[in-house]
């Protein structure tokens, strides 16, 4: 565990305890009151993993398609060698009708 999910274990527990006001929890995670009352009660059901984001492992819902990506590290330094990400992007779009981002490029 990380050093920032150890503190959400820790400041909730302090919150249950007294010793700590869920205003100012929530100042210090940076997350609303509501989810400060919430933690505990999921902690105390699922335990540490609880804590954890739940998104770790997985892979980003905006990924792009495996075929398109490597469609794309194939044309690029062939045709448009000499782009900036910019207009190589413009050109996949235009030419080749993929929509990548510049920074995806």
């Not at 210090?28 to 998104?55: E, N």
């Not at 469609?71 to 235009?94: K, N």
């Amino acid at each position: 565990m990380s050093e920032r999910e150890l503190n959400r274990i820790e400041v909730p527990s302090q919150v249950t305890r007294g010793t700590m006001t869920p205003v100012t929890a929530a100042n210090m995670l940076g997350l609303s009151r509501r989810q400060v009352h919430r933690l505990p009660k999921d902690f105390h059901i699922d335990g540490p993993a609880a804590i954890r984001h739940k998104a770790r492992g997985r892979r980003s819902n905006n990924r792009i398609d495996p075929a398109v990506r490597e469609f794309a590290v194939t044309v690029i330094p062939e045709s448009y060698i000499d782009f900036g990400p910019t207009l190589a992007a413009e050109m996949l779009a235009e030419q080749h009708g993929f929509e990548i981002s510049c920074k995806t490029v």
